[in-house]
T-cell receptor
Framework: DTAVSQTPKYLVTQMGNDKSIKCEQN?????MYWYKQDSKKFLKIMFS???????INETVPNRFSPKSPDKAHLNLHINSLELGDSAVYFC???????????????FGSGTQLSVL | DAKTTQPPSMDCAEGRAANLPCNHS???????VYWYRQIHSQGPQYIIH???NNETNEMASLIITEDRKSSTLILPHATLRDTAVYYC?????????????FGTGTRLKVLA
């Protein structure tokens, strides 16, 4: 019963292929995210969804298309994969804390994408 | 567009307190400071967060300066399992929601 789960954990593919990464959270959170971690370990937000609606798109190439069929799922589809897409992709979800105390992000265990 | 700066690496002896500094001199009044850590290539794990008061939980303490331009994460009794990359993060308001802007992190090595 992992809180935020991603599949697959590893994805190795050829340049030009299309691939998808799936993410599910069973925490009842309204907001979900995709982050990309490059080879220098820098974590950068890509997308944020709230109740299935896209609210943040950080100038990611339109080869990346997130889809949220319901608020528990946020999938990432990538078209025409390029070498530079090789990275670890993390899904996350967040819970707003009561009393105006901010919120917490919960991360999945990551998907390591290698484009050859 | 990181809003935080951290030393790239630190060592700490096992059993001693680990004090990890972070500068966030451009932080705005309503932006929270968060700390997360990442062990190997696992997903980042929440540690603690705060706005202006010092905070303590079962994992760590967070000391925020009065001007809020810097903070220190304290692991009171570091263990070998605390070896990880520690990220100091500012949460900013964006498009009706929040963005977590990660810095480059501090690689903490706890030595036996």
């Amino acid at each position: 019963d992992t809180a935020v789960s991603q599949t697959p954990k590893y994805l190795v593919t050829q340049m030009g292929n299309d691939k998808s990464i799936k993410c599910e959270q069973n925490l009842g959170h309204d907001t979900m995210y995709w982050y990309k971690q490059d080879s220098k370990k820098f974590l950068k937000i890509m997308f944020s969804y709230n109740n299935k609606e896209l609210i943040i798109n950080e100038t990611v190439p339109n080869r990346f298309s997130p889809k949220s069929p319901d608020k528990a799922h946020l999938n990432l589809h990538i078209n025409s994969l390029e070498l530079g897409d090789s990275a670890v992709y993390f899904c996350a979800s967040s819970l707003r804390l009561s009393g105006g105390k901010g919120e917490k992000l919960f991360f999945g265990s990551g998907t390591q994408l290698s484009v050859l | 567009d990181a809003k935080t700066t951290q030393p790239p690496s630190m060592d700490c002896a096992e059993g001693r307190a680990a004090n990890l500094p972070c500068n966030h001199s451009t932080i705005s009044g309503n932006e929270y400071v968060y700390w997360y850590r990442q062990i190997h290539s696992q997903g980042p794990q929440y540690i603690i967060h705060g706005l202006k008061n010092n905070e303590t939980n079962e994992m760590a303490s967070l000391i925020i300066t009065e001007d809020r331009k810097s903070s220190t994460l304290i692991l009171p009794h570091a263990t070998l399992r605390d070896t990880a990359v520690y990220y100091c993060i500012v949460r900013v308001r964006a498009s009706g929601t929040y963005k977590y802007i990660f810095g480059t992190g501090t690689r903490l090595k706890v030595l036996a």
